[in-house]
């Protein structure tokens, strides 16, 4: 549902994916681990369509994310907290995000209570939130669609552990109706609870591609 397959990109002299292959399953949630400056951010806007491989390809439900007809309602993506624009409020935020997907404005009210943001934080302006609340308004917009495939840019920076642990239990939902989940992270412990199978990526290269018990236990 969500695949890499020998892509590779270079920006000038950084060789940023090295021949990267890897997929996630319906059903499944897939950690993509790294340390700063290994290649994760890339591959995730590989598969949006950010950023054009060298060689190789991403696709997402099969195909380019770029060719699918409805983007957002197949694919929810979070690339970076800071994204949203800090003089709109967030509720503000997810309705032009709904007309820019064709759903109805009430669609905004829901996911805000999914994300745990409340009436009168949703009513404040983005530059007065935390990078929790950002994370969390972020989460709302990728679910707006209620897309079957997640990308998820380092969803859990800024959530504290009770954070953590909401969102962990949703993406685990989302696996359980089918849904495919990526989500990159610069540390193990947090993720931990959340993925099925861990990818590592260090320098551009797949380093492992494993269930979690096994990379836990290699840690
Ligand atoms: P990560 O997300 O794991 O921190 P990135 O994918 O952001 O890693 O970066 C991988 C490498 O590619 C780094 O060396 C980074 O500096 C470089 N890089 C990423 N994007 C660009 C770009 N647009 N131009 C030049 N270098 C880039
Ligand atoms: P993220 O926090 O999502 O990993 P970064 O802060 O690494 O994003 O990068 C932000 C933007 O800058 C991205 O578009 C990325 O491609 C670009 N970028 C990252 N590293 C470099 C670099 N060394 N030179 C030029 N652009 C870069």
Redesign the pocket.
Known sequence: MIELSHVTKR??A?L??DDVSFAVRPGSIVSFL????????????CLVGL?QPDTGTATVAGVAYRTLRSPGLVAGVLLNADDAHPGRTGRETLRLACLTLGLPFSRADEVLAEVGLSRAESRRRVRTYSLGMRQRLGIARALLGDPSVLVL?EPANGLDPQGQRWLAGLLRQRAERGGAVLL?S?QLAEVARIADRVVM?GA?RVLANRPLADAGAAE
Do not use: M
Not at 35 to 43: D, E, L, M, R, V
């Open positions: 920006f000038g950084t940023a994916l790294g340390p700063n400056g290994a290649g994760k951010s890339t591959a995730l806007r950023v840019d990159s610069h990526i551009g």
